[in-house]
Structure formats: structure tokens, C-alpha cells
């Protein structure tokens, strides 16, 4: 088992396919599949199912693969080290940010990185929380900001903040910035985010607590779909004030609900391999000084920061 075997195996994981990890290492797909079965030889497992739909870890492949991203990481530390001729930050980290987080935090987060630690190059993945978590289970993502996360295998959690919910509505609306209630919401005609976004799971359980039906006219998981369509006076939605980030100031109302506690827990999840890394170590302090750096400012509303996040950024 050598280095070069490792890379292309960690490939074929993460693209989920023999030809696509093919194209992607500019090597002929039988050669690439002759590496594959000269590893599983020499290993004694077998360590991809393949189907109709592409290259499927087994559980062995997956032990092997999260091996094989530390092997990899650690060269390619080693290789910037001999290089610079001292330890540095370097190499590829993949954050994951859901889409309201990321309106906040993803171009500071590359402006940062980039300017400071310019070995290290950083790549933001936006998905549903859920999904993000599940990726940095597997190793194929090095962090991610979930939602309401709960602890996994080979992945570590910090709690950062807690973050309100708000109902957001068309500037034309005429409403002031006055708080609305629960039973005020749900006689809104309202545009929500799909299932299994934290957004719509909390207010759903609000709703049925408070025994309250909602006038739902469109759901979608695309935040920017939602407040186009706020906008164009369709109703109003629930959103974190995150989500409003990039808006123009005054292009919606968005104001708390007074009688709920609709809120969720916002975690930085880190992937186990990734806590061995300087570059992710690295990447991770600039998240947490970046998040309250925001909070402080004002650049990031609707939040409470927690103690575990000032004391990790410091």
C-alpha cells in the first residue's frame, strides 16, 4: 500500500465513482480499477460495493478512507514543512456552512484565509445541516456549522450560539417592527423551507404544540427562492435573521415572535481526522473569531453567543 494507491482510493470515495475519480486523476478507468483490486488483494477486504449508481464504500472502505485522508493531509503538511522549512498551515479544507450561516460567514471566512494563510486553501460547501453533519461523519467534510447537532462517531462538537427565528414579510406589508405572536403567524399565508431543514422542523413542533394549523402556500429548500417570493407579496416566512445578511437594508420586515421559543443551537462540527491538522486547526480558530467578531458587531443579529464559543476563540 503506497501513497499514490491512497490518493486514488480517497478519490473514488469522494466522487462515488470509479469513472468520474477516473477523469478527475487523468488516469485510464481499468487502471484505476486494477489499483482498487490490487488494494483489496493486498488487504484481504473488500472495500467498494459497485453498482448501476457508482462506487460505494464498505464498512472497511470506510475505516481504510478515513486512514487514508490523515495519511494524505500529513504528506502534504510534511511536503509545505521541508518547504518553508517550518511548520505551516497548508493544504485543502472543506467547510460546510448551511445557506442562511453562509451568508454570514463564507466570503469573511475566504477573505481571512486567504489574505493570512495563503498555503491553505479553503472550499465551502453549502447543504442542508443534516446533510453537513452526516459529511463530516464520513470524513468528506473537515467542518461544518450544523444545526441542533447531535454527537457521532469520529466527530467532535462545539457549541456556539443560539439563534431566534423570525418571521420575515414583504417590505410593502406596512408592518412595523412590532413583535407578532404565534396565532398572528399562522393566520400569515406562509412560504417555508422543505423537510428536514431545522427551520421548518422547529416551527412545525411549535406550531403543533400551541395547537395551531399554518396557511402553508409554497415550501422549497432554496432560502433565495423564499425571499424572492416574499417579495413579490406571495406571504411571509420563517427565517433567522442570517438569512437576511446579504439583503438590502429595509427589503423585508423581520421581526421576533413573541410567545415562542423558536430557536435552535448552532455547533461547529469537526471531523475527527481534521482535529490532527494544523491547516484545520487553523481554519477552525478563524470560524470561531469570525462568528464572534460578527455577533460583537452587530453583523450577525438574532443570536446569543455561549460561553464554550468566546473561550474556544480566545
Sequence with gaps: MDFRQ?????????????TAAADALHIAQPSLSQHVVNLEAELDAKLLVR???????????????RHAKMVLRQMEEAHAAVRHGRDVPSGHVRVGLP?????????????????????????????????????????KLDLCIAMDAQQRPNMHLIPLLDEDLMAVGPAASGHGNQPLTLAEVAALPLLLPSFP?????????AFVAANLE???????????????????GMGWTILPWSALANEAPGAFVCVPISDSTLSRRVFLCVAGAARLSLACKTVEAAILQLIVDA?????????????????QAE
Aim: proline share 4%; glycine share 8%.
Design 6 to 18: 491512497l490518493r486514488y482510493f480517497a478519490r473514488i470515495v469522494e466522487l462515488e465513482s470509479i
Design 51 to 65: 453498482g448501476p449508481f457508482g462506487a460505494r464504500p464498505t464498512e472497511t472502505g470506510q475505516i481504510l478512507y
Design 99 to 139: 445557506t442562511s450561516t453562509s451568508r454570514v460567514l463564507a466570503v469573511p471566512l475566504l477573505q481571512l484565509v486567504t489574505a493570512n494563510v495563503p498555503d491553505v486553501t479553503v472550499e465551502i460547501v453549502e447543504g442542508s445541516s443534516a446533510d453537513l453533519a452526516e459529511l463530516v461523519t464520513a470524513q
Design 197 to 205: 431543514n431545522s427551520v421548518r422542523v422547529l416551527t412545525d413542533r
Design 214 to 232: 399554518l396557511h402553508l402556500v409554497a415550501e422549497t429548500s432554496a432560502v433565495s427562492v423564499l425571499l424572492s417570493a416574499v417579495n413579490a
Design 295 to 311: 455577533i460583537d458587531s452587530g453583523a450577525w443579529q438574532g443570536v446569543a453567543a455561549l460561553g464554550s464559543l468566546k473561550g
